[in-house]
């Protein structure tokens, strides 16, 4: 079975700093597609960024960016001049049903960014 | 364009009664989904549909039905509530670009 596993409960950054927040997976699947949605304190989750894993290249959203690493089964997730506005809950998901496949979400980083 | 939207937004059940969560995306998307969220932890799914008249059963289905007579609804049933059933509950439908999702029903039983 596949699982998802965010080792970090929290986090805190400075505004304007940049942090990094981390995402394992387990799967035996050679094709899938990670995720990293945002859930504020307004509970709507929303999509900040997606890899699919046959692309070697980094997928990159503004100021957020991905580390993936398929053989390490790592995909982090990583902020550039964080805003206040990036306070959110983080969370990873793992979906082997292609784009449109089942998610199967970690427990999420809770991040908090400070004036 | 609306997205995603679900009703209500809160609701208290007693042990013992039924509800309906409904939930509707104006995307013309085929695939729909049913997550709940429980404190402190990620989403987990309920039920999904690949399209209308087509449902199957998440990682965790019991004391709950779905149906799809159509592509812009997916409502969830919950029959015979129980404390355990306490969550916040999800409706998301995906496109190819991924998962877009509701803003969510906070649900308690008592």
């Known amino acids: 079975a596949q699982t998802v596993t965010q080792s970090q409960p929290e986090m805190s950054v400075q505004e304007a700093e940049t942090v990094t927040l981390s995402c394992t997976y387990d799967?035996?699947?050679?094709?899938?597609?990670l995720f990293w949605y945002k859930q504020p304190p307004s509970r709507q989750m929303i999509l900040v960024i997606r890899q699919e894993a046959y692309k070697q290249q980094n997928a990159t959203e503004n100021r957020f960016s991905v580390n993936f690493q398929k053989a390490a089964k790592s995909f982090s997730l990583k902020i550039s001049d964080s805003q206040l506005g990036d306070t959110a809950m983080y969370f990873c998901a793992f979906s082997s049903g292609g784009s449109q496949g089942n998610l199967i979400f970690g427990k999420g980083t809770k991040l908090s960014v400070k004036p | 364009n609306a997205g995603v939207t679900q009703t209500p937004k809160f609701r208290i059940l007693k042990i013992g009664q039924s509800m309906t969560l409904q939930c509707t995306q104006d995307m013309n998307h085929n695939y729909m989904y049913w997550y709940r969220q429980d404190p402190g932890m990620g989403l987990k799914l309920i039920y999904y549909s690949v399209g209308a008249g087509i449902t199957d059963k998440g990682e965790v289905p019991n004391g709950y039905n779905v149906s799809r007579s159509t592509t812009e609804d997916f409502p969830l049933r919950l029959e015979l509530a129980a404390p355990s059933q306490t969550s916040v509950y999800f409706c998301?439908?995906?496109?190819?670009?991924?998962?877009?999702f509701g803003p969510g029903t906070r649900l308690t039983v008592l």
């Open positions: 799967t035996s699947e050679s094709n899938y597609y």
């Open positions: 998301a439908s995906s496109s190819r670009t991924g998962q877009f």
